[in-house]
């Protein structure tokens, strides 16, 4: 084995090399230049610790000591002031005792020593009111070694996890349920604000649109808390610890843990599971947002802050997902591909008419069809309507396929994320609002709303 000239060279930030090789590999001229020699240590095993210690390369290092795997599972816990415990893994050469050395007196360690590798739980107790927040070390000491392995312990005085902050109640119907929380925010975000602030301008982008804006009355709108052992969102290569679970895995994209959201959704005493949406906001910069939609009516809509231009910013995508797709129940519109989707035999996992055929049957995604027969389409009535004919008509293009799909507007929230739902995804939004809140749904009343909005 040989480290290449040039390898690691530059490589300034370097802090920390491990190299199991039991034989010193080779280092070329150059290989880590640039690299500071006298900072940091090289652990190598143990039993090859003098052939490292005068290698050519190796022995310009200034630390070359014995590799021991000593680690605690995570180096920075932040919590919630409430007391709370938390499990970590403690590993360790087998056989080989170890001990707490030291640790803060306002938190328990358990076990305080063992042999080879543990599962240690922490316990905290509440931090005293108006401490705002604290934090202290536990340093788990190899015995007889002069080898350490530390975990810093922050607590933070804010929410409760799970703690309900209820935003609006209805005025008007019975009552409709939306409930936000917030992923990959940790003890620390949820204490400096930033999972409320983020949470709140969502709530702001949802009802600043159409019909939402003249319809807020019907919603009850309700936070809870959720906190993430990490902060940000992990992806296919870097693995966060989220509430929710909503890092994205090659595997499941971005879903969430499901049974989790509705056991939290239920904390705010939701009317009906299956009348309910659920809008997770996501502490991460990304513009893809998803949605999970239930025959019952139940949906979940994941939403990352996205630091995109517009029109993909957050707004864009609270508005698409959360509003749309969640609780409008509509389809995507937009065009990926110039191909008819009967014949799309695309492999890039793209769904196609059975997707729709399957959501129509429950009323979802009125807003497209398969159709382009003016009397079939579920907007035909605005066709033949003078209030709307000059604006709604048959466009091919949607569902992603340039060919044998249908919309109704030109441009649209689930087209292009502009603040703008189509006339026919407006009256599909008012119809779910009116069934929810146990009112008639009245064609003539939606217009007369439908006007005071300018449209
Ligand atoms: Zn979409
Ligand atoms: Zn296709």
Known sequence: MVIYASAFANCYGINSIICHATTPPEIDEGAFTGVPKANFSVEVPEQALVAYQTAPGWRDFARIVAHRDFSISRRLCRTLGKAEMKSLDLRAPSGAAWSVE???????????????????????????????????????????????????????????????????????????????????????????????????????????????????????????????????????????????GTQYTLSEGQTPDIDLCLEYAQKAQVRNLNQTHITIVQNSPDREGTTILYPSGLS?????????????????????????????????????????????????????????????????????????????????????????????DIYEGAFYHSRGVFRSEKNSCMNNYIPYYSSISRESIVRRIMKYAGEPFSYGEFKSKDNEMNY
Not at 153 to 159: A, F, M, R, S, W
Not at 170 to 181: A, C, P, Q, Y
């Open 102 to 244: 030291s640790k803060p007196d306002w938190l328990t360690v358990s076990p305080m020593s063992g042999t080879g590798r543990a599962r240690v739980r922490i316990t905290t107790t509440d931090i005293p009111s108006g401490a705002g927040s604290r934090s202290g070390e536990i340093v788990f000491l190899l015995d007889g070694k002069d080898y350490r392995a530390t975990t810093t312990v922050e607590q933070y005085e804010t929410y409760k996890e799970g703690e309900v902050i209820n935003v609006q109640d209805h005025s008007k119907g019975r009552g409709i349920d939306l409930v936000f929380m917030g992923d990959c925010y940790d003890a620390k975000d949820i204490y400096e604000g930033k999972y409320m602030e983020d949470i709140n301008q969502a709530i702001e982008h949802f009802f600043s649109i159409e019909p939402y804006k003249t319809y807020k009355d019907y919603f009850d709108v309700n936070i809870v808390v959720g906190c993430s052992q990490d902060s940000g969102a992990g992806d296919a290569s870097v693995l966060r610890e989220a509430r929710f």
């Open 300 to 392: 979940i809509s994941i939403c990352p802050v996205s630091t995109g231009a517009y029109p993909y910013d957050f707004r864009g995508v609270v508005q698409h997902e959360s509003g749309g797709h969640g609780f409008g129940k509509l389809a995507d519109e937009n065009i990926k591909h110039n191909a008819f989707i009967q014949s799309c035999g695309c492999l890039d996992g793209c769904p196609h008419i059975a997707e729709i055929e399957y959501y129509k049957l429950f009323g979802y995604y009125e807003n497209i069809s398969l159709s382009a027969d003016m009397h079939q389409v579920p907007w035909s009535h605005m066709i033949f309507d003078p209030f709307y004919s000059n604006l709604v």
